[in-house]
T-cell receptor, first 110, second 116 residues
């Protein structure tokens, strides 16, 4: 059964802080791991994806996957007020679509 | 470049009325197409997906149906809406656009449905 657990928050941090967002999943067969960002009343947009254990960096964002623990993380460095949004982890990658976590609502305080 | 269009953006419908939401994709051929629903506190729930014209897979038994009359067109319908059908409906397309083969999904702007 596909399940992805994600703390819905809200998570409130001061501007400039390092943010850590996390998800756990139950099915070890999953191959691809993604993070989406969704602003209020908008569609989700892809931030990053990875398919192996380890880290992947893109600017201020780092995605981390630990397949042995079934744990995925997104780190945001030097957080900005414009980073305030809901962050959704997603796993899967086959033609049958992605399974999403419920999303974490992030608030960056100026 | 590929774009995805979804309409209407917002609608308010009475219980028992029909529904039709439409989604089209431009700039790609034979995409995988998806309908998700996002309800408050429940995250994104996959409703239907399609890997080709006329091929529809349903993930959740419900009051809704989907059709794919053309390669890049995906329609979500209902004959009689229920209060529980309220939510934010998102269309997405995918199809191996990454080197690793991951089926990354690109979402439309969404259709917000309120059933009264």
């Amino acid at each position: 059964q596909k399940e992805v657990e994600q703390d819905p928050g809200p998570l409130s941090v001061p501007e400039g802080a390092i943010v850590s967002l996390n998800c756990t999943y139950s099915n070890s067969a999953f191959q691809y791991f993604m993070w989406y960002r969704q602003y209020s009343r908008k569609g989700p947009e892809l931030l990053m994806y990875t398919y192996s254990s380890g880290n992947k960096e893109d600017g201020r964002f780092t995605a981390q996957v630990d397949k042995s623990s079934k744990y995925i993380s997104l780190f945001i460095r030097d957080s900005q007020p414009s980073d305030s949004a809901t962050y959704l982890c997603a796993i899967g990658g086959g033609a049958d679509g992605l399974t999403f976590g419920k999303g974490t609502h992030l608030i960056i305080q100026p | 470049s590929q774009t995805i269009h979804q309409w209407p953006a917002t609608l308010v419908q009475p219980v028992g009325s029909p529904l039709s939401l439409e989604c089209t994709v431009e700039g790609t051929s034979n995409p995988n197409l998806y309908w998700y629903r996002q309800a408050a506190g429940r995250g994104l729930q996959l409703l239907f997906y399609s890997v080709g014209i006329g091929q529809i897979s349903s993930e959740v038994p419900q009051n809704l149906s989907a059709s794919r009359p053309q390669d890049r067109q995906f329609i979500l319908s209902s004959k009689k809406l229920l209060l529980s059908d309220s939510g934010f409906y998102l269309c997405a397309w995918g199809g191996g656009q990454t080197l690793s083969g991951a089926n990354v999904l690109t979402f439309g702007a969404g259709s917000r449905l309120t059933v009264l």
